[in-house]
Every structure is written in structure tokens, then in C-alpha cells.
């Protein structure tokens, strides 16, 4: 039997949390009224802060593998759609000839020769979960040019494609469509417009403390809580990137690696490199201002 989809914002919120995602009210709204009105969820905010794992928490949750699309420049309507596999069906021919055969366009063009990308793959029903929406993630559409965004209309607006050699085809249950953008450009109006909207920001620090523990078990309670002090700190600092969950996420790892129980200033400058990746912001956390945030922290050490 497949998942039922949540009814309500608490379910929403109570079936994240079983996939160790950690939404606020807010996020649960937007999520269970996208599901509720079929209509895709656009997510901004900055990298890290937890809008590609939405999409994953979700497609587990649903029980249906997560259909993800990668924005990239350059991106087209082929590689995100479908193609065809020309050098089976050229093969397929030089068959057909061989037996003296004339093949038409109906054997050319048929499911076995299309090769489908995630925009196709989400109109079709899942046969690993039937009677369950799929779930597609269109991640950082701020990387994909504009004439991409155009062509995306069509399918976030009616949930179907045109394809010349087999005409239309429409979702029978509309995809969860989430998208996200890490805002390095504006994206169109006109592809928001189709869109609920949310803006994903850093949690609050006893939201981003639960993510923590579910995330990095292996690292000592009092660990996580300095840990994650220490990142809501550095944070106030202007630096060219701040840490988000997942780096916060990944320094606990490493620091539990490394057999650490308790911050100090010498844990901290060893394993900077896991929250801060850009060389003007390790520069920025010198040793004077990892032991003021310390300090702060009650971690002096």
C-alpha cells in the first residue's frame, strides 16, 4: 500500500521529521499546500540551508525515488526532456534491412528506443510506487539560462510535454515539483508566477540543534551543542560565505572523527576548512576571533 499523503500541516511537518528533516511551521504550509494544490514549490535561500534535502526528505518519505534535475548553463530541453538513442535505432534498422525489411517510423520511434530525462520521467507513473506523486527536484534553476526557464513553463503550467513522433504527453497525477535557486541571478516572474514560493533561511539555533543530533550521531551531545553556538556565532561575522546546516552537519562528523568531546581553540583552527571553504573567510577567523567566539560560547577552553 503506498504512503498516504499528509493531511494536514502538523502530518507534514510529523513526516519529515521521520525522514530526520526539521521544517519549520512555515515550510510545512507552503510543502503541504503545494502537495494539496498541485502546484510546484520554488525555494531561494542560501546553499546548504536544507532546500535540496526537502525534496529528498520528501521523495523517501513518498516511498518513490527522487528525480532530480541539475541546472547547469548551457542546460537544454533534450538533456532535461528526452532523447533519442540514435545508435540503437540505426542498428535496429541495418536488422530490419538484413531481413529484407522495411521498418516504419512506428518501430523507430518507440519507448524502447526513448531515452528519458527527469522532466519525462516525472509525467510517468513510478512502478516501484503506484498511486504516489514523483517527486522532482529542478535544482539551482539560477544556473540554467533563460530560454530554459521558458521551456519549463509549458511543464510546471499543464504537467505535460509535446514530443513530435508520439504527441503529448500529460502527468495522470501531477508531479511534487520543488525548485530551487540559490539566487545568483533573478529568476523570470513568469516561471515564479507558477509557482508557491518559500524562502529557506538559516534555522534557529534549537531547530538547527535537532538537525544536528539527527544528522551527526556519532558526536557527543555537548559537542553538538557547542558546535552548533560556535556556527549561530560565526554567522555574525561578514565573511564572503557563511557555514550553512550542511557544513555545520559535516564539521560535527569531523570532529567526533577526530575523537573531540568539547570545542577548543585548537579543534576549531584544525578543522576551520570544514565550515569555511573560501581562503579571505579562513583568513577573517584568526586565532584571536576563534577565541572571542569561544568565549562567547562558554568553550574557552
Known amino acids: 500500500m ?30 503541504f499546500l503545494a502537495l494539496r494544490m498541485q502546484r510546484p514549490l520554488f525555494l531561494e535561500g ?16 513518498l ?18 526532456l528526452y532523447e533519442w538513442d540514435y545508435p540503437r535505432q540505426i542498428m535496429a534498422l541495418r536488422l530490419a534491412e538484413a531481413r529484407g525489411e522495411t521498418p516504419d517510423a512506428d518501430s523507430l520511434y518507440r519507448d524502447a528506443f526513448l531515452l528519458k530525462r527527469p522532466l519525462l520521467e516525472a509525467l510517468l507513473p513510478d512502478p516501484q510506487a503506484p498511486g504516489v506523486p514523483r517527486v522532482l527536484l529542478i535544482d539551482e534553476i539560477d544556473r540554467a539560462d533563460e530560454p530554459f526557464e521558458a521551456f519549463l513553463l509549458e511543464v510546471l503550467s499543464e504537467f505535460q510535454v509535446s514530443i513530435p513522433e508520439v504527441g503529448r504527453i500529460r502527468a495522470e497525477r501531477p508531479p511534487l515539483v520543488i525548485v530551487t535557486s540559490n539566487r545568483t541571478r533573478e529568476v523570470h516572474d513568469a516561471l515564479k508566477r507558477r509557482c508557491l514560493y518559500r524562502w529557506i533561511g538559516y534555522p534557529e539555533r534549537e531547530r538547527e540543534l535537532a538537525i544536528v543530533a539527527a544528522r551527526a550521531p ?61 581562503q579571505d ?9 576563534v577565541a572571542e567566539l569561544l568565549a562567547r560560547t562558554g568553550t574557552a577552553g
Open 63 to 80: 516511498g518513490t525515488a527522487l528525480l532530480r534535475l541539475q541546472c547547469y548553463e548551457g542546460l537544454d530541453a533534450a538533456s532535461a
Open 2 to 31: 503506498p504512503p498516504m499523503l499528509p493531511t494536514s500541516i502538523d502530518a507534514t511537518q510529523a513526516l519529515l521529521e521521520r525522514e530526520r528533516y526539521f521544517a519549520d511551521r512555515e515550510t510545512a504550509t507552503v510543502l
Open 218 to 278: 556519532e558526536a557527543a551531545a555537548q559537542l553538538q551543542a557547542q558546535a552548533v553556538d560556535f556556527v549561530h556565532r560565526l554567522r555574525g561575522i561578514d565573511l564572503f560565505k557563511a557555514p550553512g546546516i550542511a557544513e555545520a552537519i559535516d564539521w560535527c562528523r569531523a570532529l567526533a572523527a577526530l575523537g573531540t568531546t568539547e570545542l577548543d581553540p585548537d579543534s576549531v583552527r584544525a578543522t576551520l576548512g570544514v565550515l569555511l571553504k573560501y
Open 46 to 61: 542560501e546553499p546548504g540551508v536544507g532546500k535540496t534535502a526537502l525534496a529528498q526528505a520528501m521523495a523517501a518519505a
Open 281 to 289: 573567510d579562513l583568513a577573517r577567523v584568526d586565532g584571536p576571533t
